[in-house]
C-alpha cells in the first residue's frame, strides 16, 4: 500500500508542477496594439498538462521512480513546451552514440514528443531540447513548435505524448499524454 501511496503522490506532484510550469511562464505572444489589430479576435488559448510516469509505457512499465511533468499552450496552431523530470534510473540517451535502427536524424535529444494513441508507440513527431542537471538523471525540457492539422488533431483526442529515453530504458522511461485542463 505505501508503493500506491507513493505512485499517487509522484502523479500529483508530477500535474501540480506542470500546471505551475504553465502558469509561471512568460506568455510567449504579444497581443496586438494598432486599433485595427484591437478588433480582431485574440486567438484561442488551450492549456495542456502531462503527468509523465512510467505505466504509462508501452509495452511495459519502466522499472523506475523516475516523475516529470509538462506543460503546454496552444495558440492556433503554434504549441509551447515546458516540462521537468527528476530521479531517472540512468542517464538521458544519447543518439549520436545509440542510434536507432536505422537512424533518425530529426532525434536530436532523449526527449521527444510522438503522435498515437495511450496503448501504442507512436512515430516520433519532434525533438525537446533538453537541459539537464549535473547527474544527468534530472533536469528540464521545453519545445515551440508549429503543428501540422493532423497533429491539432491528435493533440485534441490525446494522442500527442511527451517520451524520456535513458541508458536504463531505452524504449523510453517516463510517458505523458497531454491532456487539456
Known amino acids: 500500500m505505501n508503493k500506491v501511496k507513493r505512485n499517487l503522490f509522484y502523479i500529483l506532484l508530477g500535474t501540480l508542477t506542470g500546471l505551475l510550469l504553465i ?31 512510467r505505466s504509462d ?19 492556433g496552431d503554434r504549441l509551447v513546451v515546458r516540462g521537468d523530470f527528476s530521479n531517472l534510473a540512468g542517464e538521458l ?17 532523449a526527449v521527444h514528443i510522438h503522435q498515437g494513441a495511450p496503448d501504442v508507440n507512436g512515430p516520433f513527431q519532434y525533438a525537446l531540447t533538453v537541459s539537464p542537471d549535473s547527474t544527468g538523471r534530472a533536469g528540464r525540457f521545453s519545445g515551440d513548435y508549429t503543428l501540422t492539422p493532423e497533429q491539432l488533431q ?15 530504458n531505452r524504449g523510453g522511461e517516463l510517458r505523458g499524454i497531454f491532456q487539456p485542463y
Do not use: C, K
Not at 491528435?154 to 536504463?168: K, S
Open 23 to 53: 502558469a509561471s511562464s512568460n506568455f510567449p505572444f504579444s497581443l496586438p496594439l494598432s486599433p485595427a489589430a484591437a478588433q480582431e479576435t485574440p486567438p484561442q488559448i488551450t492549456r495542456y498538462v502531462a503527468a509523465l510516469t
Open 93 to 109: 540517451r544519447d543518439y549520436a552514440t545509440d542510434p536507432l535502427d536505422p537512424p533518425n536524424p530529426n532525434i536530436t535529444s
Open 57 to 75: 509505457i508501452v509495452p511495459t512499465p519502466a522499472s523506475t521512480s523516475a516523475f516529470g511533468a509538462a506543460g503546454a499552450i496552444l495558440v
Open 154 to 168: 491528435a493533440l485534441a483526442n490525446g494522442e500527442l505524448y511527451v517520451d524520456i529515453h535513458t541508458t536504463r
